[in-house]
């Protein structure tokens, strides 16, 4: 067997910020900039997660989850996708509006999808964070029964690129 290359990240990497919470039973989406993921520059010698933490710690406080669910190629760059949980008190000013369920983005067993759009995204991120809140106790202690309840619905699909 041969010796494994070192592998590196050529271009930039950014950090694409879900900054969601729970509205009663609803799940939200806010940020700086309005209900959008909110993207943020990563330097190279910056641990993604600990940047994200640190952002959301001085934007609205100590975040209560802070999770990486996928990366992909975008514009260019690697991007790292995060869902990041925060408090209703956490949201201030910050415009939110309730997160609809999206289709996945799909595609076959050995590439990615040609297009994945924010809402797609968003869904595996929350689908992420529903298998998690079942099956990490770190993230179960950190999130509310209101929390388990509003992810109850979304649960992990089959690989239907197999057929």
């Known amino acids: ?14 950090a694409e910020i879900f900054l969601v919470w729970l509205n009663g039973d ?6 700086p900039d309005g209900a959008v993921p909110w993207v943020v520059q990563l330097e ?25 669910t996928s990366w992909r190629r975008h514009a260019g ?3 790292l996708s995060f869902v990041v949980v925060i408090t209703p008190e956490q949201v201030g000013a910050m415009a939110s509006s309730p997160i609809d369920r999206s289709e996945l983005a799909r595609s076959d067993a050995r590439r990615a999808p040609e297009r994945i ?19 990490d106790p770190v993230v179960a202690g950190r999130l509310s029964a209101g929390w388990r309840d509003a992810l109850a619905d979304y649960v992990p699909e089959p690989f239907r690129s197999l057929g």
Request: hydrophobic fraction near 40%; avoid cysteine.
């Open 1 to 14: 067997m041969g010796e494994r290359p070192d592998w590196d990240v050529e271009g930039p990497v950014r």
């Open 77 to 79: 760059a690697v991007m």
């Open 26 to 31: 609803q799940a939200e989406l806010t940020g």
């Open 117 to 135: 759009g924010h809402a797609q995204v968003l869904e595996h991120g929350l689908r992420h964070l529903a298998w998690l809140v079942q099956d």
């Open 44 to 68: 190279d010698i910056e641990h993604p997660v600990e940047v994200v933490d640190r952002i959301v710690t001085g934007l609205v406080g100590p975040p209560t989850v802070v999770h990486s």
